[in-house]
């Protein structure tokens, strides 16, 4: 393909895309096809001859468009969002344009210049404390996930408390022993609602892991006591906390630990490295209302959101802030004669293969200019205000059908967590519930699980809200993410797509009623 | 941004890419700024109001192209190439607009089941052992980069081995005690001239490294008797190998280990997960010419290749294939209750996250698919070999001035390295050489350094090599990198991007002669 090509196929791509976006809203968000659906439409081997771009392009309508799940449609309500937009797409092709493995800053100075650069602006946008800017001993980096950002900076909190502890033992095979012995008794320690990355970055690192409670009555949160008791509970046993993931916005219901009470906790345990995963929620923090979060994070290690989730940056964009940069590069520094450089050697430019797992990094810093510059301050603060009001119209919805539902978690950074009540025992305590009046037998029931009637309430309540969950995901229209918390199994529905809307909400809302009365035998199905 | 402003951005940013396309060759390949260039260009935080984009776009040209170093330019011969191709820029636009987390099949199913169809390919392409197609125990996955797939096997090796050492203790305290233990008297094994990427695997996942020699009379090539004898002496000292990653194709001269001897030395040590990285060469073994490397994998438990490097695919796309899944599902498998679905569950698909370290996937196959596609067997091959030739060609200039330089290792994929010949204490010797006759000198000098004055010989040649490089490379017209392999200092030649062609190469050689001479006070500067 030569330009010319690229240029006819480019502006057909263009046209494409646009028209994809443009009809989005009327796809079902779900694909209708089995496992295994594209085997059969593909040959089993590369062309011996180069194909026609017309060809190609075709198959994607043909065999790639029906097998997307389509994340960018106003009907995606599962998960957290991963949002694109348009500048965020623009971003995407110059980068691939001026494709390179750009690992130090004379494989492309640029990559790394303005990344420093908007990094340091999402600081300040985030109203981040100051040790998070570049100026200083911190800064930011693009990585890719924040499971990856998770692993880079646990392992990095490993290596520096080993270097700490044995900081005068010399190098040798002593020190690799008591190294390795110290590593089998380190505990890395987060919130039973953690994200699952957390754990997989201590099965990485070869030490331990254990959580925190955070039970309901703390609205799944973790406590400062909850915290120091476990910190506590582990040194009795003889194992050492080393990093603690604090949680800014948990999976199931965006929880968000007492980050001021444990930036005070943390005085006392110098040595724990306290990340703060603000994977989803993390994007709120743009809005004033929101800032009051931040000041605490002074007094921890790192931070990270995923701007490819909520700030419509197209994933991957999971941006990084360190407090001290040494802390990484001490950690991942391994420079052999191929990278030595005038330039890295001098100390005057960063180097951020230094600062993570990989070698090579992508250009991704271009668009999250793009965006950044695109919608500005109040665009984003727009953006991000529009979700919130949305996760509180949801909220209303619930309620006012408090015979049906209940609600787990109100509306945290616009997601609202809930489930269908059951009949069971108080089934006609429920259908004499005025509609709009919550059944208190419910209350009771997610303040206390131990009467046995309740149990059997809440299975039956699981029981219904999975039928109604499954049927709702396998119709396809709509796509919704289901969960277990605290022993309740909840529909989780965040409404934060850019296309969002109230009337989408609204229509999936009359389905949840619907299939909700039918499983419940109060309409014929 | 709505999707018509998207449309004339879109358009305007195909004609831009295709116009840098065209005048690349034309471009100096390094740019003329200074480290800290960018700042000063742009403001110090994100704008209040949203910019045009005709404002983001032209600023493109002001202040990012100028950072660029150009990957694609025929004049980069610099460490590996990073290769792009216009179909794998169209993957990455529709990529970009399908934006999703894909971190299980249900997420996107097409993502998933095009990436198990297009490695099939890819192995099937490589001749890759048939227990690296996805039909059997194995399969492909992309991950980013080499350093990523060297440490997404490490960590499963490491815990293989624990797995089987530890299969009669029960799941406890005392078994994790042991399996601390465990790690921290185990080894990472690679060849001396391996990526810095094994190592640093190694640190993360917290276990010792070390090299096999690999010295210059093996080619700077692991052999089967050098792997044994480390082995042998790991256990005596009583840490215990559980690693080994096989170079084809090494960093400083494209060396590759002895895999057929390496292959059967696998059989003694079973315990001992064998990973060959193949990140640059790989992609020679799509012609069969290069397919006598394949059958030894089959003995082994993993490969790779960047097919970001070599096979027109952006970065980034690692082709990583390995031969029995399970060995990293039994590491990497943590399912959270908001991950289960019916599918998954099902054991029906495959979930790639469980063969890596992140959990989100970008939806990469696109681009490799439409590169496959594109260029077909025959013109990938025909692509590949148009460089061998040119690596050959520039073997020949170099002879033809024997007098200034020596081989350091004849072209090996395209890669040739050399160094400049030192004045010396056979400065006479040298300037009455016929220009196209080696000197035996430098040749003995290769072979012997014990001798001190060819151990002077080989400091004066350093010192001039590293003149005439640092010049080359400070002039900016074209990149080359230097390295230090078995104590010699050497600049590595590879020309490898789409654009190569001889005329740059003679280019770039009349530049090398005009600088030695220079340097060597055979020419006035």
């Known amino acids: 393909m030569d330009s010319s090509q690229f240029r006819e196929a480019g502006h057909a791509a263009i046209e494409d895309i646009a028209q994809y976006y443009d009809t989005l809203a009327e796809r079902p968000v779900l694909p209708s096809i089995v496992p295994g659906y594209l085997r059969p439409q593909l040959p089993d081997s590369v062309p011996e001859e180069g194909e026609e771009w017309s060809k190609i392009q075709s198959d994607i309508e043909r065999v790639i468009v029906p097998g997307l799940t389509h994340w960018q449609s106003p009907k995606f309500m599962a998960f957290y969002p991963c949002n694109s937009s348009f500048p965020a797409m623009l971003g995407e092709m110059y980068s691939a344009s001026f494709n390179a493995a750009a690992f ?17 602006w999402v600081a300040k946008l985030l109203n981040l404390p100051d040790c998070y800017l570049s ?7 693009i990585q890719g996930t924040a499971s990856e950002v998770v692993l880079t900076s646990l392992v990095a909190a490993r290596e520096r408390i080993i270097r700490r502890r044995l900081k005068d033992v010399p190098e040798g095979e002593e020190r690799m022993d008591k190294a390795a012995e110290m590593r ?14 957390t754990q997989k970055a201590a099965v990485i690192a070869g030490t331990r892991f254990r959580t925190v409670p955070a039970p309901k ?24 906390p080393y990093y603690f993931t604090a949680t800014l916005g948990s999976t199931a219901t965006c929880a968000v630990d007492d980050l001021a009470g444990i930036a005070e906790l943390a005085k006392e345990y110098p040595d724990i490295w306290i990340h703060v995963d603000a994977a989803y929620a993390g994007s709120a923090l743009i809005c004033p209302e929101y800032q009051h979060l931040c000041p605490p994070l002074a007094a921890f290690d790192s931070f990270n959101f995923n701007m490819h ?22 950690t991942y520094s ?20 230094d600062w993570q797992i990989p070698l090579g990094r992508r250009f991704r810093s271009l668009k999250v200019w793009f965006v950044l510059r695109t919608y500005g301050v109040k665009g984003l603060r727009d953006f991000i205000r529009g979700h919130i009001k949305l996760g509180e119209y949801f909220h209303t919805l619930l309620t006012s059908r408090a015979d049906l539902f209940t609600v787990v978690t109100a509306p945290a950074f616009g997601l609202t967590t809930f489930h269908v009540n059951a009949l069971s025992a108080s089934a006609s305590t429920l259908s004499s519930s005025p509609a709009n009046k919550p059944n208190p037998a419910h209350e009771a029931y997610l303040n206390d699980f131990t009467n046995s009637a309740e149990a059997q ?7 219904v809200t999975k039928q109604v969950y499954e049927k709702v995901n396998s119709q396809g229209e709509f796509f919704l993410t289901s969960t277990v918390v605290g022993g309740v199994y909840i529909i989780r529905v965040v409404s934060a797509t850019p296309t969002a809307e109230e009337k989408y909400l609204k229509s999936m809302f009359d389905v949840l009623v619907e299939f909700s009365e039918e499983v419940l035998g109060k309409r014929k199905a």
């Not at 089998?184 to 990355?197: F, R």
């Not at 309430?457 to 029981?463: K, P, S, V, W």
């Open 309 to 330: 989730k909520w700030l419509l940056v197209n994933f991957d964009c999971s941006a990084f802030f360190i407090k001290k940069r040494k802390d990484l590069i001490d």
């Open 457 to 463: 309430f809440r299975e039956d309540a699981t029981q």
């Open 184 to 197: 089998g008794k380190l505990v890395a320690l987060a919130s039973e609602h953690v994200h699952s990355s």
């Open 217 to 240: 009555e703390h609205n799944f949160s973790v406590t400062t006591a909850a915290l120091r008791q476990t910190i506590e509970e582990c040194k009795v046993k003889g194992i050492e």
């Open 135 to 141: 100026h200083g001993e911190g800064g930011g980096i």
């Open 104 to 120: 130090n800053w004379i494989c492309s100075p640029v990559v790394t210049e303005l990344e420093t650069i908007v990094m340091d």
């Open 334 to 353: 391994i420079t052999p004669s191929f990278l030595r450089n005038e330039f890295s050697e001098s100390g005057m430019v960063i180097d951020y293969r």
